[in-house]
């Protein structure tokens, strides 16, 4: 008799009213409801690496002591597209791609009329721009290229203006 006691008990100890099961059931359903909202909301999201897939409108200009101008222009992702400042002499190139940590970014180039024209910090020939950050101005310099770790004093030119835009 003692057996069947005992395994009343233990049954006893395990059946859950059917108002706790009916809780239990609405908190399991409820947590799944939350989860599939926040993954459908994750993924509906735009990602940064794919924000600049499509065509990107890039405005560019330069302002020096000679004047100021300005431009737009059409890029696509892993094309190069140029950009012509007229009333300054200068050429704007720009190349979007994907860095190696999966980042949009834009290498930009600038060319002038003059052979010694245009070089960025430290006497390099581009600038790495990264695309998260919409809006940016960089300083240029005339002079010569960095060679093998000769130290290079440029003189200050002026200042090139990015803006990116995904579409």
Do not use: W
Not at 95 to 116: E, F, K, P
């Amino acid at each position: 008799m003692s057996r069947k006691t005992t395994r009343i008990s233990e049954c006893a100890l395990r059946a859950v009213s059917p108002c706790d099961a009916m809780r239990n059931l609405r908190m399991r359903i409820n947590t799944r409801i939350r989860v599939v909202a926040i993954l459908a909301f994750l993924c509906l999201l735009p990602s940064g690496s794919s924000a600049f897939a499509g065509e990107n409108t890039v405005d560019f200009g330069a302002e020096t002591d000679a004047g100021k101008d300005a431009g737009s222009l059409m890029c696509r992702l892993d094309q190069a597209c140029d950009g012509e400042l007229e009333s300054l002499g200068l050429t704007v190139s720009i190349y979007l791609c994907r860095s190696n940590n999966d980042r949009a970014v834009a290498s930009v180039y600038l060319h002038g009329h003059d052979l010694s024209c245009c070089y960025f910090e430290y006497a390099a020939e581009k600038v790495t721009l990264d695309l998260r950050e919409s809006a940016s101005r960089v300083s240029f310099y005339k002079g010569t290229r960095a060679r093998r770790g000769l130290y290079v004093e440029n003189e200050r030119v002026g200042a090139l203006y990015l803006k990116f835009h995904s579409r």
